[in-house]
């Protein structure tokens, strides 16, 4: 049975990165999606099904991706280094840029909700 898992491994990997680009080239070309999400939902299908794999060809049997505590980081961490922790991140830096540009020439775009005009003692007191 060891040998059927390390054949099976071995053939399942070169499948996986196959499916992956033949899957990119689908979404961008016969999709019409860009780029970025189209790689977005290649990585997010991988994703689920490497788990899947993994639970069905574990390394090892005491091993679990379901037992492990790593594996929500992993997750987080494979979803925010691709497309859509790109986007968060320019949208954040948008926004700082633009406030910035504004205060810098004396313009506000928040609201004044801060009570500015209390005495120091209030503001730190309601702070």
């Given at each position: 049975?060891?040998?059927?898992n390390?054949l ?6 070169p499948?996986?990165?196959?499916a992956?680009l033949a899957?990119?080239?689908?979404l ?8 970025g999400?189209?790689l977005?939902v290649?990585?997010v299908?991988?994703?689920v ?5 993994e ?5 090892r ?5 379901l037992?492990?505590a790593q594996?929500?980081r ?5 979803l925010l280094?691709t ?20 205060s810098l020439?004396?313009l506000?775009l928040t609201?004044?909700i801060?009570?500015?005009h ?6 730190f007191?309601l702070?």
């Amino acid at each position: 049975m060891n040998r059927i898992n390390t054949l099976a491994r071995g053939l399942l990997w070169p499948g996986v990165i196959a499916a992956s680009l033949a899957g990119f080239y689908l979404l961008r070309s016969a999709g019409g999606l860009a780029d970025g999400l189209a790689l977005f939902v290649v990585t997010v299908a991988n994703l689920v099904g490497i788990a899947l794999l993994e639970l069905w060809l574990p390394l090892r049997r005491q091993w679990s991706l379901l037992r492990d505590a790593q594996f929500p980081r992993d997750i987080a961490h494979a979803l925010l280094a691709t497309e859509g922790g790109g986007r968060i991140a320019r949208a954040l830096l948008d926004t700082g840029a633009v406030l910035l540009a504004a205060s810098l020439a004396g313009l506000s775009l928040t609201p004044q909700i801060w009570p500015t005009h209390w005495p120091f003692f209030a503001q730190f007191a309601l702070g």
